[in-house]
């Protein structure tokens, strides 16, 4: 069985209320909501929020009720692990177990449908303990990060024998594109972070990784769907 999973707190700092504002007609997090609710692979859905609001729509969309994550997983410093594990532990409470967790960012809404198919691909084909949605780095350490010494002075961050002259000698970078996650519960039960286990990347193209976390993201977010929505009407 696969659990689909959205995590969404009502405060944001950056944008806040961003997970239940409008986008293009419709609150964020429905973009997400109905890949999971569509998805042939995916059996039962679960919302974590510390909105009352939210998980009432939610369910009146058809997840579980799974109630109100705890207080000390709805702060904006709370991380993924902690809120996967407990959404698991309440989702399998109320549908059985599970033998993979399927998590969707709902402030990264422009992946396809497609995106969560094959990433379900690569997990069942590969067996790892994650399947992580990535795409190429814009920006690469071996290359053109810097940072500053004691001095003050810049550096190349991962400096290479000779020095690299042009971005194509340096190594593949990936950028962690909070989208797209699955985990094998197993992992997820035992394991306290992400990367303690194989954790593999599934790549996806970098227009489709956006992620909303300023107003800024919001807007780009918005017109980047409005253009997708018109590219499907003239399909």
């Not at 967790?101 to 094959?118: G, K, Q």
């Not at 042009?166 to 519960?185: D, F, G, L």
Request: glycine share 8%; charged share 25%.
């Amino acid at each position: 069985m696969i659990i689909g999973h959205i995590g969404v707190r009502k405060g944001s700092k950056g944008v806040p209320g961003k997970n239940f504002r409008p986008l293009c007609g419709r609150p964020l997090i429905d973009w997400s909501l109905d890949q999971l609710l569509d998805h042939p692979e995916v059996d039962t859905v679960v919302v974590s929020t510390d909105s009352e609001e939210i998980l009432a729509h939610a369910v009146k969309r058809g997840c579980l009720d799974i109630g109100l994550r705890p207080a000390h997983l709805a702060t904006d410093s709370a991380g993924k692990w902690g809120v996967w594990q407990h959404a698991l532990d309440a989702a399998e409470a109320l549908a059985g177990k599970a033998g993979a967790f399927l998590d969707l960012d709902a402030t990264s809404p422009l992946r396809d449908p497609e995106d969560i198919t094959r990433a379900l691909a690569l997990f069942h084909d590969q067996r790892p303990d994650m399947v992580m949605s990535c795409c190429e780095a814009r920006k690469n350490p071996y290359f053109n990060l810097v940072e500053p010494d004691e001095t003050g002075a810049l550096h190349v961050s991962k400096p290479l024998p000779g020095g690299v002259v042009a971005r194509q000698q340096a190594p593949v970078v990936y950028e962690h594109a909070a989208s797209t996650y699955v985990v094998a519960t197993g992992y997820l039960r035992r394991a306290k972070g992400l990367y303690e286990g194989r954790v593999i990347p599934y790549l996806m193209d970098p227009e489709r990784c956006v992620d909303i976390d300023s107003e800024f993201d919001f807007r780009l977010v918005e017109f980047l769907m409005s253009e997708k929505l018109k590219g499907q009407a003239h399909v």
